[in-house]
């Protein structure tokens, strides 16, 4: 899986996120979301932390604007499990 960034149109540094060469829409995102936390309350039925723990998980990364080696082991994850590092292509 491969998430690259080009040139946006909509201001000077606007940027298009494509997922394996796609473009990707925040409706795309938003459906995704949707998916993955059905799926976390499927694996960790309420009153466990299921897809709450997701959506902590979003608003610390919103919070802090990084994803660093601490966020990840708070919420066990790895980044073998996730995305090659980004790359931009212009």
Do not use: C
């Not at 998430?3 to 997922?19: A, E, L, M, Q, V």
């Amino acid at each position: 899986m491969t998430i690259t960034t080009s040139k946006g149109h909509r201001h000077p540094d606007d940027i298009i996120i494509h997922y394996n060469g796609k473009p990707i829409s925040m409706y795309d995102i938003a459906q995704i979301l949707l998916l993955l936390w059905k799926n976390e309350d499927t694996l960790h039925k309420p009153p466990e932390q299921g897809a709450k723990m997701s959506l902590n998980l979003i608003n610390e990364i919103f919070q802090t604007r990084e994803l660093t080696d601490e966020i990840l082991k708070k919420y066990h994850m790895t980044r073998k499990n996730n995305v090659e590092e980004l790359r931009k292509e212009e």
